[in-house]
């Protein structure tokens, strides 16, 4: 039986803002949320920003109560030790963060980052109790060599090997052949893979797991096609970039059911 899952639309920062820039954005994200009258239980919203950044974030979501959660964009394999501009999940742990970001396109174009890499990180993040958004996603090559859903189906394999339950997860589709194109994948496609991901989580975690797993579409998200990708029974929610950067066009991204209509 199907779960209600609250759609979650999270704002991936990458290396943009600094801690004064970070605290301005929430502050101004909260505001023009709270005027708007947002109701949170429409949609969870979260923002990822640099590591520099997130005790400025701790420190103000704690003091004013915002109902904004918050991640990192990525965390170490290992716990501690000599790994020199490593972070831990530790330390994540300890900024009250609820989320990291794991396996990104970027990490795994512009670091190498290997599918084993991947699932050693998710493994960290759960034995510190951070919720996990797994990052899957196909090239332009990939797409035309294997077909749509293939890579990212074997990339959410990978990621979960080993993982028991996969509790506490969050799966994200991005097309690295739409980021930043300005050319997002249609709603279609972007369910025809949401639901092949899903399906990987009934086989290897069981139906409630899988259920209850919010899986969110990225690249090229803007306020105008949002509302298109969450009426797809399998998008829950989106990973934005760019448009997470500006204000106005994130909460009107968040406010997708009032502000564009779903």
């Not at 109790?129 to 899957?136: A, K, M, S, W």
């Not at 709603?187 to 025809?192: I, K, T």
């Not at 579409?217 to 989106?238: C, H, M, Q, T």
Request: hydrophobic share 45%; proline share 4%; glycine share 8%.
């Amino acid at each position: 039986m199907a779960v209600k899952r609250t759609p979650f639309i999270a704002g991936n920062w990458k290396m943009n803002l600094d801690h004064l820039q970070a605290i301005a954005f929430v502050q101004k994200l909260a505001w023009s949320l709270a005027d708007a009258k947002h109701d949170f239980a429409d949609a969870e919203v979260a923002v990822f920003p640099p590591y520099t950044d997130l005790r400025s974030v701790q420190t103000l979501v704690a003091a004013d109560s915002l109902p904004i959660a918050y991640g990192a964009q990525d965390l170490s394999a290992h716990d501690h030790g000599a790994y020199t501009g490593e972070i831990s999940g530790a330390f994540l742990s300890q900024l009250d963060c609820g989320y990291v970001i794991i396996g990104h396109s970027e990490r795994r174009t512009l670091h190498a980052e290997s599918d084993a890499e991947v699932n050693a990180k998710v493994k960290a993040a759960h034995r510190h109790g951070l919720v996990p958004v797994v990052c899957v996603g196909e090239t332009a090559e990939d797409l035309e060599a294997h077909g749509p859903s293939a890579v990212p189906v074997a990339q959410l394999r990978a990621a979960l090997d080993g993982v028991v339950g996969a509790k506490g997860l969050v799966v994200a589709y991005e097309p690295v052949w739409a980021i930043g194109s300005g050319q997002a994948a249609t709603p279609a496609q972007a369910e025809q893979v949401a639901a092949a991901l899903r399906g990987v989580l009934v086989e290897l975690c069981g139906e409630e797991v899988a259920q209850a797993t919010r899986i969110l579409y990225g690249g090229s998200v803007k306020a105008a096609n949002i509302a298109s990708f969450l009426r797809e029974p399998n998008v829950d929610g989106a990973l934005v970039g760019g448009a997470s950067l500006d204000i106005a066009e994130f909460s009107s991204i968040v406010r997708f059911k009032k502000h564009v209509g779903a």
